[in-house]
């Protein structure tokens, strides 16, 4: 992010105990104002307890968190800028979907009369596309329309920041993606800051602006998608965004803007150095990673023109809809992962379970970085 960019949120050498256990150490990040940002990781790296401290659900032991440049050091949660959407919405059950949006405008500051609130309640409806909705109970609504209930009762008092608790994790694969496009589209609407935090890397990668991958408490890099997806700092991130044929090693030497890579086989593989392998050096420990999508497959018998090649034998073969993954087994390296695009995937471009195969890549398509 630019220096000069405006952020709607700053953390600052901040750490968070509880009792003699971290949670998450030496925080210093900030979110671009507008922007829609992600905190991704496995459970229990930190991301909830980082989410729970812009909210003030949570007070830092140490460090400091700003709101729009402004500390929130001992702010209460309710006298904060945010809302939040949590996993499970949590809406009155015996109130109407109106009544749910309108509760917090209670709240306010003046607090607005009941006319004003019910307009304001009707104005988010639509925001979500739910007009005409709100006079039904939640009981009588599916699970994605109380998905947008939540929202736009996260929305209706006109937060700086909303925050995002795996508010998706509950809905089924297509309704989810139909949230997300949902989600997008009122996050460009509206202008304000989004943060999600998630498991779920497709979520991330399709929805942020940027993304702080978290482990142990510590931010491992933040990015956009692309560059996670393209320059992974780490082993560990690059295994983490996607698919990655992983092969670890020593290095042997730096040839210009490459490495040279010895595995545990005594094979040398040759790869490009991402922009966060800078730090690798002779005699280092690293990794050099290959997507799935990057890698060929022929028959075991064929020749084929890519810098690297081995041969295999087909392990599984996994029929994915728009794409066919196969888990090769090869003598030098282990499981070798290849994603074949369907409509190369037919006839005799299939191969099934025990086929004698030929994978192969080229060194540009690899990543070099440090484990």
């Known amino acids: 992010m630019n220096d000069h960019s405006p952020s709607d949120i700053e953390f600052c050498n901040v750490i968070k ?52 440049g402004k500390s929130v050091a001992g702010v209460p949660a309710y006298q904060r800028p945010v809302n939040m959407v949590f996993q499970h919405y949590a809406l009155f059950p015996h109130l109407t979907v109106a009544q749910n949006i309108a509760y917090g405008l209670r709240y306010r500051t003046p607090r607005p009369d009941k006319h004003t609130q019910l307009r304001l309640a009707d104005e988010a409806l639509e925001m979500v596309r739910l007009s005409g909705f709100g006079q039904r109970k939640p009981s009588e609504l599916s699970g994605g329309q109380q998905q947008r209930v939540a929202l736009a009762r996260a929305l209706v008092n006109k937060p700086t920041v909303l925050l995002l608790d795996e508010p998706l994790a509950a809905l089924d694969r297509k309704l989810r993606k139909e949230m997300q496009s949902e989600l997008l589209r009122l996050q460009r609407e509206v202008g304000i800051t989004f943060v999600l935090v998630t498991h779920d890397q497709e979520e991330a990668l399709s929805m942020s602006d940027s993304i702080s991958v978290m482990r142990d408490g510590a931010i491992i890099q933040t990015a956009t998608p692309e560059q996670l997806y393209e320059a992974p700092a780490t082993r560990y991130v690059a295994d983490f965004i996607g698919e990655a044929n992983l092969f670890d090693g020593t290095v042997r030497r730096l040839q210009g803007n490459s490495v040279v890579l010895r595995t545990a086989q005594g094979l040398e593989l040759t790869s490009p150095l991402t922009p966060t392998g800078q730090s690798l050096s002779a005699d280092a420990l690293g990794c050099i990673a290959v997507r ?53 995937d037919h006839g005799a471009n299939a191969f099934e379970h025990g086929a004698a195969v030929r994978v192969g890549w080229d060194h540009a398509n690899g990543l070099a970085m440090a484990l």
């Open 17 to 68: 105990c509880y009792g003699d256990i971290q949670a998450v150490g030496s925080l210093n990040f900030a979110v671009k104002r507008g922007s829609f940002h992600s905190f991704l990781g496995g459970s229990g790296c930190g991301k909830t307890t980082t989410l729970r401290m812009i909210a003030g659900f949570e007070q830092p032991t140490r460090g400091e968190v700003k709101l729009a």
């Open 292 to 344: 799935p999508e990057l890698v060929s497959i022929a028959a075991g018998e064929a020749t084929m023109a890519r810098e690297v090649t081995l041969q295999g034998c087909v392990e599984d073969r996994i029929y994915l809809g728009n794409s066919t993954e196969y888990r090769v087994r090869t003598q030098a390296f282990g499981l070798v992962c290849v994603r074949v695009p369907r409509q190369q």
